[in-house]
């Protein structure tokens, strides 16, 4: 587990904090030996959550599952939608986060109906 190190300016910690993430990302990749990049990196980092499901609660496990291949894809979500779709994931009932295939239907499942103008 990394830790913030002591010291230094938030964005810096957390610079230093992501590269060490990173940093054990690309030795576990060569231990498996999995190119960056590839579908066989997201097919790994997904094992990697199913292998471990019973450490996650379902709402964590709902979020890590649909956000996991668009972060490997390089895509990072604004504050506001990273909120957002975990507002919405937190309504859903067990049931439902086991089922949901997308963040748009996770939102879409508590978007209310339409108001009328």
């Known amino acids: ?12 910690a957390l610079a ?25 990196e997201t097919e790994l980092a997904e094992m ?4 471990a499901r019973h450490r ?11 956000g996991l291949p668009s972060l490997l894809g390089g895509e990072l979500p604004s504050t ?3 909120q957002a779709y975990r507002a919405a994931i937190n309504k859903l009932t067990e049931k439902e986060c086991e089922r949901v295939t997308s ?12 108001r009328a103008q």
């Open 1 to 12: 587990m990394t830790a913030l190190p002591r010291g230094g300016r938030p964005a810096e």
């Open 80 to 82: 506001a939608q990273a």
């Open 48 to 51: 990697v959550v199913a292998r």
């Open 16 to 40: 230093a904090v992501e590269a060490s993430i990173e940093e054990c990302w690309r030795r576990f990749l060569a231990e498996y030996g999995v190119a960056a990049g590839t579908r066989e």
């Open 56 to 66: 996650y609660g379902v709402r964590s496990r709902c979020g890590f599952e649909l």
């Open 103 to 114: 963040f748009d239907e996770v939102l879409a499942k508590h978007a209310g109906p339409p």
